[in-house]
């Protein structure tokens, strides 16, 4: 498991090919023209060198799980397999029994193996981290009435991200969000006060605005 509990570690499994293309030596103190090589490969100085590519799918897992771990703040060290020592790759506990790649492994344990498990969900979920808005839960107590039209004026307020409608003492649970660089407790509040308690069938509202939250959803 990587020390750093920001950093995962990436597995791929690139194919194997030898080039036919030939591929001109970089010239002293120049920069060399474009070749067949992939991003991170040395440049070959003749046809018939081996190289190394990654399949599509591969390809595309990767770059969502480097773009999922900017927005999170988490870093990925990939290692291809195929480049690494034969040795090194039968002793590393992390993908013994692996069949599919790629494989992600997070700072805690959990791992995602197979292109078919990479998906915004389940990055997110292996990535948990803070929210970068003011996220609020407000209980909401109504009269009878026109439940639509409760429903249809919260779903208009944009601070309304989620409604969830309940038995029991409370009828309604609503999620707010609020961005965080201008938003704060009394802030908050002072929504719920002028917006929802507005609202001629709210009775009552009871709200709760956490002081951290972190997340496993998408962002």
């Known amino acids: 498991m990587p020390e750093d509990p ?3 570690v990436l597995y791929v499994q690139s194919k194997k090919a030898v080039s036919t293309f030939y591929r001109p030596p970089i010239p002293a103190g120049g920069i060399s023209a474009p070749t067949a090589t992939p991003s991170g490969d040395s440049a070959g100085t003749a046809a018939g060198s081996t190289v190394f590519f990654l399949s599509d799918d591969q390809a595309r897992s990767a770059a969502l799980v480097e773009e999922t771990a900017a927005k999170r703040g988490y870093r990925v060290r ?16 992390h993908l013994r029994g692996v069949q599919n790649f790629p494989v992600l492994i997070s700072p805690r344990g959990p791992r995602l193996e197979g292109v078919g498990q990479f998906t915004d969900e389940n990055l997110a979920a292996l990535m948990p981290t803070e929210l970068k808005s003011v996220r609020a839960m407000t209980y909401l107590k109504v009269r009878g009435g026109d439940l639509d039209r409760i429903r249809t004026h919260l779903e208009s307020l944009s601070e309304v991200k989620e409604l969830h409608f309940l038995t029991g003492d409370w009828d309604i649970l609503v999620v707010l969000d609020f961005p965080a660089s201008d938003s704060n407790k009394r802030k908050v509040l002072d929504f719920v006060t002028d917006r929802i308690r507005g609202i001629p069938e709210v009775l ?3 709200t709760v605005v956490p002081e951290y939250s972190i997340t496993k959803f998408p962002l």
Do not use: A, Y
């Open 6 to 8: 920001r950093e995962l």
């Open 204 to 206: 009552d509202t009871s």
């Open 78 to 93: 990939v290692v291809d397999i195929e480049k690494v020592g034969r040795l090194e790759r039968l002793v590393t506990e």
